[in-house]
């Protein structure tokens, strides 16, 4: 790596700008507010599957606990100590540790930092449209469009 950095396609993730965005609807937007997402897959300009590093604050979540029809998810701890919660129950992932989500699994999953310091994970996943989520834990369901957006109603189907 020269002095004045990589060459593309390669780059410092650190130089991608990082966000606390999220498209959930107001009422349920500021619980995820306390994590932060480098687009990683943007930034590279992939088309197929999604890359963020995602940083989560102490007190803080990935989302809320969710699970995909068509995507699948997978997610790489790469500093910090984060708890996973599936339907199976809550465990405590460390750095080198790394789970996945089938689509259509069927298992509701999201992170959490319990911890003191900030929670670091390298998450990917695709990009496939029309998928659904389902959120057991609140009244919200959400759907990708084929642009790939989100679009999220309340669980009779009522919007935001």
């Known amino acids: ?3 004045s950095g990589p060459k593309p396609p390669a780059f ?3 130089t991608v700008q990082e966000s606390n965005y999220t498209s959930y609807p107001d009422p349920l937007r500021a619980a995820n507010q306390m994590r932060w997402n480098r687009r990683l ?3 590279a300009g992939l088309k197929n599957f999604g890359v963020n590093l995602t940083r989560i604050v102490p007190g803080g979540q990935s989302s809320y606990r969710h699970g995909h029809s068509k995507q699948d998810e997978f997610v790489y701890v790469l500093k910090g100590e984060v708890v996973l919660e599936t339907d199976a129950g809550s465990q405590v992932l460390q750095p080198g540790m790394c789970a996945g989500f ?3 699994s069927g298992d509701s999953h999201r992170f959490v930092n319990r911890g003191q310091v900030d929670v670091e994970l390298l998450v990917v996943g695709d990009r496939t449209p029309n998928d ?3 959120y057991p834990d609140i009244d919200m369901k ?3 469009g084929p ?3 989100y679009s ?3 669980k009779d189907g009522t919007p935001y």
């Open 132 to 134: 659904e989520v389902h």
């Open 1 to 3: 790596m020269s002095a």
């Open 147 to 149: 642009d790939g957006r």
């Open 102 to 104: 089938p689509a259509g």
């Open 152 to 154: 999220f109603t309340r």
């Open 12 to 14: 410092d993730p650190r």
């Open 41 to 43: 897959g943007d930034h």
């Open 142 to 144: 959400g759907r990708t």
